[in-house]
T-cell receptor, first 112, second 114 residues
Framework: AQSVTQPDIHITVSEGASLELRCNYS??????LFWYVQSPGQGLQLLLK??????LVQGIKGFEAEFKRSQSSFNLRKPSVHWSDAAEYFC??????????FGAGTRLTVKP | NAGVTQTPKFRVLKTGQSMTLLCAQD?????MYWYRQDPGMGLRLIHY???????AKGEVPDGYNVSRLKKQNFLLGLESAAPSQTSVYFC?????????????FGEGSRLTVL
């Protein structure tokens, strides 16, 4: 069955440091991949998505993600983290059968 | 522009009671969804709708019912609440299917079943 795995439950980084959140997927064909962010007490907001084409995609709030088929990964990156980036991040994957699954999420803490 | 609005935001029920969560969207989206969010499990799809008058089961439909009588509204019902249904419930809508399109989420409804 299709699935999305986020290996890291919780990550702590210092403000100004770089960030990489990991996401692995198991889909047969090229999946549709997404990253969503959830601030405390809020719903989820789309950061970026990948369907095809350029494997490096840019999103909102300075985030980017790279699709690597050989590694079945779609990791989220940000060069310099701000305190306001503290949130929970969800990777999600969809296929042509109208299925879509979310990962379990990675909680990001930003140290001053 | 309100987007997706869920009511109520908080509710406490006793085992066996019933309740309905209401979701309203003002973006004229065809697709609407109900998810539940539990710690360490991400979001799981309960039921969804691809248009007015349609509903379909998601990953975890047992114990829930839904209705989409109007395009802008999607109701989630619990006929006989159980403690296992304690969760945060999110409604979402999208212009295209969830596998390809952006989901717009409400702020969530926290339900506790005692």
């Amino acid at each position: 069955a299709q699935s999305v795995t986020q290996p890291d439950i919780h990550i702590t980084v210092s403000e100004g440091a770089s960030l990489e959140l990991r996401c692995n997927y198991s889909y047969g064909a090229t999946p549709y991949l997404f990253w969503y962010v959830q601030s405390p007490g809020q719903g989820l907001q789309l950061l970026l998505k990948y369907f095809s084409g350029d494997t490096l995609v840019q999103g909102i709030k300075g985030f980017e993600a790279e699709f690597k088929r050989s590694q079945s990964s779609f990791n989220l990156r940000k060069p310099s983290v701000h305190w306001s980036d503290a949130a929970e991040y969800f990777c999600a994957g969809g296929d042509n059968n109208n299925d879509m699954r979310f990962g379990a999420g990675t909680r990001l803490t930003v140290k001053p | 522009n309100a987007g997706v609005t869920q009511t109520p935001k908080f509710r406490v029920l006793k085992t066996g009671q019933s309740m309905t969560l209401l979701c309203a969207q003002d973006m004229n989206h065809e697709y609407m969804y109900w998810y539940r969010q539990d710690p360490g499990m991400g979001l799981r799809l309960i039921h969804y709708s691809v248009g007015e008058g349609t509903t379909a089961k998601g990953e975890v439909p047992d114990g829930y019912n839904v209705s989409r009588l109007k395009k802008q509204n999607f109701l989630l019902g619990l006929e006989s609440a159980a403690p296992s249904q304690t969760s945060v419930y999110f409604c979402a809508s999208s212009y295209t299917g969830r596998n390809t399109g952006e989901l717009f989420f409400g702020e969530g409804s926290r339900l506790t079943v005692l």
